[in-house]
């Protein structure tokens, strides 16, 4: 009796995947979004607290999207190119010295 | 534990009069006192102090009425094994089973709202329950009743325990506003506040003013509770820190307990130790608030019995749901996998039968470790965690050993496992009495104590469906040989 197959292996290794690149995606969403607020005029504090909060939806969002993606390997890429274009913004804010 | 009752929490202490000789003459030249006065949780006062790297290193509970020192409790209990097993599973190397339990929340959150999109008849299966029903359908009946009923409570529960742990799942997104600040020089590395020392100032308050080296003394703690009060109102405050006691700059933070209210307060006053004079007050932002408000959800710290039967009947629901989720999930396989000959419907439900049952039967065990290891014993801590560890890695290897000598269609592994837990949390009734002079009608009628009769009754309550679900699991099994079950 087999405990294991290639499809189940390739499975979880796509799975493990999209939650790593939704993470960090999810991260420099919740980093943008306190910026953004912070630009706005919030406290520093409430930007941050405002980030996090969001942050949880963010990637509740993400991951059911991503695993609606068909078909699903591509879903990491996707993820992973989102994630280079948000980082950019981010990092640009941080070049410009409009975060904090 | 200590076990003290409820109504020491009306006792009016001085602390002036009561608790600063006790603490001048155990901890003079502490970096910090902490007082928590007594409340309904805690009955007792404790008092805790220690130097600059471990604040409340010492921890001395106290009885409120004698002001003796109660004796030290060497037991974890609920509140230091349970609590954090339940956010971090102990492991905290790194914050590991924090984000252990982080996945697995965001997975459960994931499905909640997945398992609403994907459900069309969601509001016919509020009421459709077919007890009578042949096993399959009254455990998906069940399944998609708790599954439904308190998804509210779930969709909250899940999303408020990952908010609260936010500093350890996003870290970047206070780092990225608050810079770290390089010290011009090592003496200056000391006093430069990180980012995270920073956010924690700024949104929750949690200041640390520098101290003079100045000796000095301390004016009336009572007077600056007194203070404090008038805005709260009467007996509001729970916490009274001293930092830098006898120093020129040493002051005290005052905080109010969340009795009240469902937001978790954590407002504070904030006095001059030496002359007691009011130097600020902290209060939370409104979005701060809003999170306090989430947070206060999950902690339940209110003082509101109904509502925390509630948490305590949606949480049983939750857990019914994963049980016969599990059920449901093997079931649907089983025919499947025994022709294909993959082993995954076994693994799934070794996996069930140790997470489910098996964790049931390790508390138990864990409870009556508890009972049974004397007092005074300086181990118990350690002996109780081992017991329950031990006996879950036990609970596993039934479980597997079960399935791979499994002729039934039921594991066997479900039915012998929910009677040991029967079997042992009538056990654990039976040695509280014993070992404690606590029984029901004592604790319920003679001398009311809610806390000691409300663990007794629902382990009663458990061990007895613990018990009815075993019979049930052991007549259902079907018999017939795994090739016959196969060519079903």
Redesign the interface.
Known sequence: MRIYSLSVLSTIAIVFAITLSGYWLTSELVVLTANSVYLLGLARADAVMVGVMLGFIYGCILLLWAFSITPIKKAPIYLLALFACIWVVNFSFKAWGLTA | MNRLPAERVQVDISIDKQIRPILDQQASDAAAWTILLPRERIPFLTLAYGKEDDRKGQRINYDPLTMEALPPSYSDGASNFFYPFHHNLTLRHNNIGAWIVG?AS?GM??LL??GVIIHRRIFSEFFTFRAKAKFGRSNLDLHNLTGVLPLPFYILIT?SG??IA?MI??P???Q????DRQPQSSSQAARVPTAERQ?LT??LGRKRLPKANIPAEIGSLDAMVKDAEKHWGNNSVYLVRVNYPYDAKGNVVLRRTNDETITKNIDNYRYDAPSAAFLERYQS????N??NF?SGLHYIQFKHWTLRWLYFLGGIAGCICIATGLFFFVEKRWNKHQKQ????SR?VDALAVTSVTGILVATAMMMLLNRLIPETFESKAQLEQYGFWGIWLLMAFHAFSRQFSRQERISAGWHQQLFLMAALSFLCVLLNWITTGDHLIKTFIWSPDMAVAGVDLVMIIMALIALKAGLMLRNKHDSRPLNKLSEA
Do not use: H
């Open positions: 996945v965001m959150l994931c709202i997945s999303l990952l908010m936010f799942y996003f970047d997104a206070y990225g506003l608050y810079n956010f700024e949104s932002s409104v979005t701060v809003v999170w989430i000959k993959i082993a995954g693994l």
